[in-house]
């Protein structure tokens, strides 16, 4: 069990840019997650897959916004034409799908600055 | 709607001093499943501990112990004997028992300062 692997872990870019983010999650967990966490809040959901299912999205996710899990192994978020009100942590969890609520395991974090 | 409500934005004790985390929440569910992460300065959100509703026995481990109360909607979160390892942040978060997606509903978080 490597844990969570989340790259970068910082990102900078300029407002309008593209910026993509990978997670690396544990190897035997279906379930993935994305959340965005700003300044002094709580994580707030984004996105869930199971294998390389999309099954749910918050209505945080705008259009700009695309997750991929395309072998159900990694996933990708991408973020199109960025604003600052992108700047945030976003974290990327995985879990089991034995037994009931298995807890989610979260990855470092990728810090997203946008200028 | 299911809500998590951690009203303590800081706490600041010295060590070895107790002191007691508060969480409420509000959910229709009948059945759900509270947890409590810690988030240190580094970063990773990790997990402390799980309690579904059907359990409302209090747990202890180690220095950390947990009192559920369906009645009055709590999950509260007591370390005993401080250390200033334990300074971070910590969040109570909420999900649906069985749920297709068993996403988690935080809350804002209590950052706990532990002086030496």
């Known amino acids: 069990d490597t844990g969570v692997s989340q790259n970068p872990r910082h990102k900078i870019t300029k407002r309008g840019q593209n910026v993509t983010f990978r997670c690396d999650p544990i190897?035997?967990?279906?379930?993935l997650y994305w959340y965005r966490q700003t300044l002094g809040q709580g994580p707030e959901f984004l996105t869930y897959?199971?294998?390389?299912?999309?099954?749910?999205k918050s209505r945080l996710l705008s259009d700009r916004f695309s997750a991929e899990r395309p072998k159900g192994s990694f996933s990708t978020l991408e973020i199109q034409r960025t604003e600052q009100g992108d700047s945030a942590m976003y974290l990327c969890?995985?879990?089991?799908?034995?037994?009931?609520?298995?807890?989610?395991?979260f990855g470092n974090g990728t810090r997203l600055t946008v200028t | 709607a299911q809500k998590v409500t951690q009203a303590q934005t800081e706490i600041s004790v010295v060590e070895k001093e107790d002191v007691t985390l508060d969480c409420v929440y509000e959910?229709?569910?009948?059945?759900?499943?509270l947890f409590w992460y810690k988030q240190p300065p580094s970063g990773e959100l990790v997990f402390l501990i799980r309690?579904?509703?059907?359990?409302?026995q209090n747990e202890i481990s180690g220095r950390y112990s947990w009192n559920f109360q369906k009645s009055t909607s709590s999950f509260n979160f007591t370390i005993t004997a401080s250390q200033v390892v334990d300074s971070a942040v910590y969040f109570c978060?909420?999900?649906?028992?069985?749920?297709?997606?068993?996403?988690?509903?935080f809350g804002t978080g209590t950052l706990l300062a532990v002086q030496p």
């Open positions: 969890a995985s879990s089991s799908s034995q037994g009931q609520n298995s807890p989610l395991h």
């Open positions: 190897s035997e967990h279906n379930r």
């Open positions: 897959f199971q294998n390389e299912a999309q099954l749910e």
């Open positions: 959910t229709r569910d009948t059945t759900y499943y």
């Open positions: 309690r579904n509703s059907f359990d409302e």
């Open positions: 978060a909420l999900s649906s028992y069985g749920g297709a997606t068993n996403k988690l509903i």
